[in-house]
DNA sequence: GGTCAAAACGGACCATGGTCCGCTTCCATT
DNA sequence: AATGGAAGCGGACCATGGTCCGTTTTGACC
């Protein structure tokens, strides 16, 4: 008789078909990747193997950039629970500076290991603010927690800078340094930052 | 008799046909998007409207991208000229402090003002060597004369890297802040890292 | 001026990202 | 089960970036 309760819920599930499409898209993608790397992640070709057509892909993700991100959310889904409840000292339960540089070498790889794919991925997920947000408020608070005082805001989005994967490239391709020597020195970046003192 | 002194010119000229055309091209490209945004620029229609094939805008140019970061390219290279040999306080004859907080601010006005090309060029322009390595070289300088210690090499391209166009974006368009308040913020920052003491 | 090789040109051609719209599938309601 | 409309689907179609190769231009040398 009555309706079930809207149950705070803003956006209703997807529908069955859709459901399953989009996983297999998702298998596809992930397969022909693995197979032949980003090049092979045609759009055609990510259907065909997915058994569905062309216009579903972009229904789904509206764009090939946006199926890249979507490939990168998965890691990055499993990135956050990692910094949210995973162990210290990327999680909770060590001291902050600790928790502060397990985040920079942390993300450090993730960039550069997931490195084609977020080229590939362009704009829409740099420009993704989720994950910028994210982390931004991850480092903003452990700025707090050291006592830094001054813009956290500000500084955060500047501690997470030198970390994206253009800057790596630069360093590391063109610059001549090693992963190591590239988080030596976003070591003595923070630890500059949060020594210094405010205004 | 004898032939011109080689000259020690590594790169022969161009011959005219092809100087005439470059030419061309970037009149034609610049045109195109003073009059309808980087959207109209086409390659199609920059080839048309230079009256040449689409082929040579290829060769000369290698790709759109590439069209992009060349047009870009004359922009910088005032710039450089600018921090080279311009009036102080971004040229030489200030003190190291003020030169390099006047670095900052026209290097970040410089982004947010060619944001719509330096997005278009993607990551030719991004990875573009001889620009970060530039910027990184002055700020580096800047850096010893001002008495800092440490690794100066990649402070100074950590130093660079939130001056970077994704994340003025970040900070401005999802951020709330306003352009004064991000070259506040990275004021602050640069401060802090000068003040800080080396391991 | 004539000759020749190298460089540049042009536009037909291809591959692929992205759109569109008529058809199909789902599911809430009766 | 029947039904109606909304959500989803598919693949033909288009626009545009990028390639290729036969033809033309250039300029160095005689």
């Known amino acids: 008789m009555s309706k079930d309760l809207p149950l705070l819920v803003s ?15 998702l298998d596809a993608a992930a397969e022909l990747m693995a197979g032949c790397g ?18 579903t892909v972009f229904r789904r993700f509206g764009s090939r950039e946006g199926l890249m991100a979507s490939l990168l959310n998965h890691r990055e889904e499993e990135w956050q629970a990692g910094v949210i ?10 001291p902050p500076m600790e928790r502060l540089l397990a985040f920079g070498a942390s993300r450090l790889r993730l960039h ?8 590939a991925a362009g704009r829409t997920w740099g420009e993704n603010y989720a994950v910028l947000g994210f982390a931004s408020m991850h480092v903003r608070l452990l700025l707090g927690q050291l006592g830094v005082e001054g813009n956290l805001h500000y500084l955060a989005t ?3 800078a030198p ?4 800057v790596l490239r630069q360093q590391i391709d063109h610059g001549g340094m090693t992963e190591q020597q590239v988080f030596a ?12 003192r405010s205004a």
Chains 1, 2 share one sequence.
């Open 38 to 55: 980003v090049e092979a992640l045609t759009m055609d070709a990510v259907a065909a193997k997915a058994g569905v057509g062309k216009g």
């Open 11 to 25: 956006a209703p599930p997807e529908r069955r078909d859709a459901a399953r499409n989009r996983r297999a898209l």
């Open 112 to 119: 550069l290991d997931q490195g084609a794919l977020i080229e």
């Open 185 to 196: 020195g976003w070591t003595e970046l923070v630890r500059r930052v949060v020594e210094g």
């Open 85 to 94: 409840s995973g162990p210290p000292p990327l999680g909770p339960g060590a």
């Open 158 to 160: 500047a501690l997470i």
């Open 163 to 166: 970390l994206s994967l253009p």
